[in-house]
């Protein structure tokens, strides 16, 4: 209670007077968005989407809305925003913007000072009632961000802090406290990565009825055409080979990363959960909240839609967290781990000798093109000094640019993904505008959603660990097989003379494995009851995670996950019980498998890397 009325209080000091007018705009409701990219990666740490001006150093064309003005008279305009290379340097940044409303620009350039996320002060403007068109004029296509607008006949800003800018955004967007629309179903499925689509589809197969949620307006995760990381691992081997047949039925028929759109086929992705009919796709929609019931159990998930911030309430008995993040276990009290397990605590060689928080990192990917002619690049010199002996001479850059492998995946990821922008602008500035190389080569395309590996394991019953890969290890209870190496990078030591601590690129060692089943107890939760997890945040080291990790693998485990759900469907039991009293009905639906009946194209290149066959006594 005293935390509520210290709130509100807060808010009451940082409103204007009762007199005042004002309007909350939300840039990511814009309705033409122009050239500027709707980013919701980082609402856990800055409470929100936002519009991003990612141009690649070319101006992005406007983004526009229509307002509708209250009441004549003089506005004022803040607009909450970000000088993103302020980590780095102190000059003023490269995201600069100006606000306009209808035809008046207002002079202030927005986006380069300051360190946070703030409100700055755009200017103030005479304005009839009625409608006008409020616009974001970009000027550098440097990573200009915008979260909102206010306008306001009184110059006071909305409120800085979290909490209180929460809830005078929701105020001000007249949202409830909690959404009036309820949705109940069968299995809800957070995250819609391959693991996730493989979790929704299978369950709906057995008949349930699923939501299949997803932040993004694509489905694929790390595979979409977003980010540009092609699916790796092998399929259709292992105890159960039909697990994972069903990928063939939407993966993709070209392998490679940071590669043409098209080569991820999206679109296929799609059609195939479009036409399942037991799924409904939230699509641009992100969990922000979940309620649990007096036994720890998940009642319930909030989601909200990243261009309406309208909020829906997904009820369910079962859930499945599939984000990677181990975003819905973390807000439900789920344990989890974060970082390397001590070499000690589970026997492992290829662990450190001490705990740490070390994680593999994201990558931002990125190519560029021969355009035929003279091609320029405006200088891009914020903080990160390369010269001639650490600037990377190259014209693409895929899964080794990889960064934040010391930083809070879960809480300083927004500026991991920038740092891996100011890199890539940096080093190619660089090689442009000082070496003189690549004088016809322009960028083409550089990643703004970031391609991230780890960050928090949810803990099951079982903890996979190097010894079970080693020896092969047998469980009652094995399930799909990981194939992929144990595959841990690190540091490009090159450049820690250079960069150190921030290196932006990495190396592996690939060490490899005979195939090796995992456990059904990794994927369900070991305190909250009715949640399973499926794809990068099951319960396995951080060791182990270095061949669980990729996503034909993480499929398979969402297969798997869908199937156990069925079964706790029609047998009225929790996750856990599916291996106390019904592992047998669990091995059958592994042996058949989810896929369709009938022939399957076989063009996609599913052995991305051959695992080594496994001797006769462990098979």
Not at 386 to 407: A, I, K, P, S
């Amino acid at each position: 209670m005293k935390r509520t009325v210290l709130l509100l209080a807060c808010l009451v000091a940082a409103l204007p007077s009762l007199s005042a007018a004002g309007l909350w705009v939300e840039a990511e409701s814009f309705t033409d968005k122009g050239g500027w990219s709707l980013d919701q990666q980082f609402m856990d740490e800055m409470g929100s989407p936002y519009l991003l001006a990612h141009g690649l150093g070319v101006p992005v064309a406007d983004a526009s809305t229509t307002v509708t003005i209250p009441e004549k008279g003089r506005w004022h305009v803040y607009v909450r925003t970000y000088n993103w290379t302020s980590p780095w340097s102190r000059q003023e940044g490269p995201g600069r913007f100006q606000v306009c409303l209808g035809k008046k620009t207002l002079k202030t350039v927005l986006g380069s000072k300051g360190d946070a996320w703030e409100w700055q002060y755009a200017g103030s403007v005479t304005l009839p009632a009625g409608e006008t068109v409020l616009s974001l004029h970009d000027l550098t296509g440097f990573e200009g961000r915008c979260d909102a607008v206010w306008l306001t006949t009184e110059a006071v800003a909305p409120p800085t802090e979290k909490e209180a800018l929460e809830a005078f955004r929701r105020a001000e967007l007249g949202l409830p406290d909690f959404p009036e629309q309820t949705v109940d179903y069968d299995f809800v499925v957070v995250g819609g990565g391959i693991a996730g689509m493989c979790a929704a589809v299978t369950a709906a197969r057995q008949g349930l009825k699923v939501a299949l949620i997803n932040d993004r307006p694509v489905l694929g995760g790390n595979n979409s055409a977003e980010i540009r990381v092609h699916l790796g691992g092998t399929i259709e081997v292992g105890p159960y080979p039909a697990l994972g047949r069903m990928q063939r039925e939407f993966g993709h028929s070209r392998r490679g990363n940071a590669q043409p759109a098209e080569n991820y086929e999206d679109g296929k992705k799609q059609d195939w959960i479009d036409a399942e009919p037991g799924v409904t796709l939230y699509v641009s929609s992100r969990a922000v909240s979940v309620q649990t019931a007096d036994d720890g159990r998940i009642a319930s998930v909030v989601i909200r839609n990243i261009e309406t911030a309208g909020e829906t309430c997904l009820q369910a008995p079962l859930f499945a967290d599939c984000t990677g993040d181990g975003t819905v276990g973390y807000l439900a009290g789920a344990d989890y781990r974060y970082g390397r397990e001590a070499q000690a605590e589970f026997g492992e060689s290829l662990a450190p000798e001490e705990a740490d928080r070390f994680v593999l990192g994201a990558s931002v990917q990125w190519y560029s093109r021969d355009t035929g002619k003279p091609s320029r690049f405006p200088v891009f010199d914020y903080g990160l000094n390369f010269n001639d002996e650490d600037v990377q001479r190259v014209t693409m850059g895929e899964w080794t640019w990889e960064t934040g492998m010391l930083h809070d995946m879960t809480t300083e990821f927004e500026y991991v993904r920038d740092y891996g922008l100011a890199v890539i602008y940096s080093n190619w500035s660089y090689l442009k505008n000082r070496l003189g190389l690549y004088p016809e080569r322009a960028l083409d395309w550089v990643a703004y959603v970031s391609g991230k590996r780890e960050s928090r394991r949810l803990l099951g019953d079982y903890i996979y660990k190097q010894d079970d890969i080693d020896k092969c290890v047998f469980h009652e209870d094995a399930t799909f097989a990981t194939t992929w190496s144990i595959d841990l990078h690190f540091p490009d030591p090159d450049l820690t003379p250079y960069f150190p601590g921030e290196e932006f690129k990495t190396r592996t060692v690939h060490n490899r494995i005979y195939p090796a089943a995992v456990p059904y107890r990794c994927l369900y939760s070991r305190n909250v009851d009715n949640l399973f997890m499926a794809g990068r945040d099951i319960s396995v080291t951080h060791v182990a995670f270095g061949t669980t990790r990729v996503m034909r693998t993480c499929g398979m485990a969402g297969e798997v996950v869908g199937m156990a759900a069925s079964i706790c469907h029609r047998q009225g039991v929790l996750p856990r019980a599916v291996y106390q009293r019904h592992l047998p009905e669990l091995q059958e639906l592994m042996r058949k498998g989810a896929a369709v009946e009938g022939p399957l194209p076989d063009n996609q290149r599913f052995n991305e890397q051959k695992p080594l066959e496994a001797p006769k006594a462990l098979k």
